[in-house]
């Protein structure tokens, strides 16, 4: 089954301790991103990559850092999470990052900072 | 800033009626627009998109309306069902894309 998969689904932590958030397809797409969704914000673009080793800002990438040394893999870190990161987040993949490329997103990770 | 919003933050509909969602976008070079459903839990879905050399395009149930001369877009569902309740949202698509900020369908029995 073609999925976008994350992990872990939901997590606690406390201000300060690194995190790291896996983000993994099986459709062999070459853009991935990571969205943030608060409420009345929309979803808002992390990092997004256009392929293995490319990998660029988006529109709210501060407290975020991500990689992509496989095709399939794009994991998200925080490398000191605040309050201001407690959050939906959201994976996603397509083809390309063109228009007309639909986008798959995975399940979302629900993250607290305390 | 170019930004894409939506009129309605809720709306409520019977079921078996028709439901328009509405959304407003301000990037006269979008290229392309995409409908995503949300259900409670889930990921953004894929409903339907269109390219802005179209104004009109049909799927199952659903039509997307695009007005390029008010920058409008809407999603249509014909004979609405209690598993079309969700969070509807729409995004542009330039060079990267945005996102509006959702309306609640809510279908009543």
């Known amino acids: 089954e073609a999925q976008v998969t994350q992990n872990p689904r939901y997590l606690i932590t406390v201000t300060g301790k690194k995190l790291t958030v896996t983000c993994s397809q099986n459709?062999?797409?070459?853009?991935m991103s990571w969205y943030r969704q608060d409420p009345g914000l929309g979803l808002r673009q992390i990092y997004y990559?256009?392929?293995?080793?490319?990998?660029d800002k988006g529109d709210v990438p501060e407290g975020y850092k991500v990689s992509r040394k496989e095709k399939r893999n794009f994991p998200l870190i925080l490398e000191s999470p605040s309050p201001n990161q407690t959050s939906l987040y959201f994976c996603?993949?397509?083809?390309?990052?063109?228009?007309?490329?639909?986008?798959?997103f995975g399940p979302g990770t629900r993250l607290t900072v305390t | 800033g170019e930004n894409v919003g939506l009129h309605l933050p809720t709306l409520s509909v019977q079921e078996g009626d028709n439901s328009i969602i509405n959304c407003a976008y301000s990037n006269s070079a979008s290229d392309y627009f995409i409908w995503y459903k949300q259900e409670s839990g889930k990921g953004p879905q894929f409903i339907i998109d269109?390219?802005?050399?179209?104004d009109k395009r049909q799927g199952q149930r659903v039509t997307v309306l695009l007005n390029k001369t008010v920058k409008h877009l809407s999603l249509q569902i014909a004979a609405t069902q209690p598993g079309d309740s969700a969070v509807y949202f729409c995004?542009?698509?330039?060079?990267?894309?945005?996102f509006g900020t959702g309306t609640r369908l809510k279908v009543l029995a």
């Open positions: 995004a542009e698509n330039t060079y990267k894309y945005i």
């Open positions: 269109i390219r802005s050399n179209m």
């Open positions: 996603a993949s397509s083809l390309s990052r063109g228009s007309a490329y639909e986008q798959y």
């Open positions: 990559s256009m392929n293995v080793e490319v990998t």
């Open positions: 459709m062999n797409h070459e853009y």
